[in-house]
């Protein structure tokens, strides 16, 4: 096994779980769905692109026919997650104090 890919993977892991504490946190903390948005965007889309490509790979062998990219497709869905993340954080919540008696 390269040293490089598995630092690269062990990177890519370490940034991933920095960004889900991230989200959770900032979630947790105002619970603004904005963070669940993004989440989606940064980090669920881009798996399911990933499994997409393989089951699309798996199938261009076994039938030898040309592999079809998603492209636009997958950077649409992707950029839309992101929006709807942008306006979902942009906009003012309104937070009313906690009473106390």
Do not use: C
Not at 61 to 74: F, K, S, Y
């Amino acid at each position: 096994m390269e040293w490089g890919l598995v630092i690269g993977r062990s990177l890519h892991i370490f940034v991933q779980l920095a960004l889900i504490v991230l989200l959770v946190k900032g979630y947790i903390q105002t619970r603004n769905m904005g963070f669940a948005w993004l989440g989606a965007a940064l980090l669920i889309w881009p798996e399911i692109v990933k499994v997409i490509y393989a089951a699309q790979l798996k199938a261009a062998i076994q039938n030898a026919t040309r592999l079809e990219m998603l492209g636009p497709v997958e950077y649409t869905i992707g950029s839309t997650l992101l929006l709807a993340a942008v306006f979902h954080l942009g906009r003012r919540q309104s937070i009313t104090p906690a009473r106390t008696s």
